[in-house]
């Protein structure tokens, strides 16, 4: 299985042709105003509409009021919405959009309750639990807690690089696997050279899996 990639926190144009001309599945932009990532859905927008087919444009939002999520989804064109917060399932389907629900992952994560709250999402993203911060810790997790025959796609983040995601795809082969600050310059701001090394480093992975 090919892991995809979703590079999260666009806020520029030029990233964004960069990650594509890269490879990239699927872009994230943050919707959440706290974020050092935040964008406007004015420039979402513009991003979005420049973008090809085939790659998934995906909108961030943590805690959001749900005429907010629907007004910005459907002005912005999204294709698939991310939640990041304390938001249901009964939440997170109320839009009739595909959904992906991220996962503060700790040790006494319950994966069959995960399993069957989130059972009609896109899949769930994991990443390390923080009470404090929201929208993308940058932070690691154990990647041992990842479990194994699970029926929803697993994309792993938090604290990925170029010089580590071939390990987590070599040795869990997750769905797909999401990076932010990873690949940057500053915050918001993409480096072209780490985006284009993420990449090939997934795809190297998921070739050495294939043999």
């Keep these: 299985m090919r892991t995809r990639v979703k590079i999260c926190g666009i806020t520029r144009l030029q990233d964004a042709i960069d990650a594509i ?44 009021e ?20 304390a938001e249901s399932a009964a939440f997170c389907e109320g839009f009739q959009r595909r959904y992906i629900k991220a996962v503060g992952v700790t040790s006494d994560t319950s994966w069959s309750k995960l399993e069957q709250e989130y059972c009609k999402s896109s899949g769930l993203l994991l990443d390390k639990f ?14 041992t807690c990842i479990p194994t025959g699970f029926s929803l796609p697993l994309i ?4 990925l690089t170029p010089e580590n995601v071939a390990q987590v795809v070599q040795s869990h082969t997750p ?9 940057e310059l500053e915050k918001g701001i993409k480096s072209q050279h780490k985006m284009q090394n993420f990449i090939l480093n997934v795809s190297y992975a998921t070739q050495c899996n294939a043999n």
């Design 21 to 64: 001309a890269a490879g990239v599945d699927a872009l994230g932009f943050v919707f959440y105003p706290k974020s050092p990532r935040y964008i406007s859905p004015e420039n979402a927008k513009l991003i979005i509409r420049s973008m090809p087919a085939f790659v998934t444009s995906v909108g961030l939002f943590v805690n959001e």
């Design 66 to 85: 749900a005429d907010r999520v629907e007004s910005v989804a459907s002005n912005c064109g999204l294709d698939l919405l991310q939640f990041h917060g």
């Design 130 to 143: 923080d009470p404090k911060r929201f929208g993308g810790t940058g932070q690691g997790f154990d990647w």
């Design 156 to 159: 792993v983040a938090g604290g």
């Design 175 to 183: 769905y797909g696997v999401d990076v932010s600050s990873g690949v």
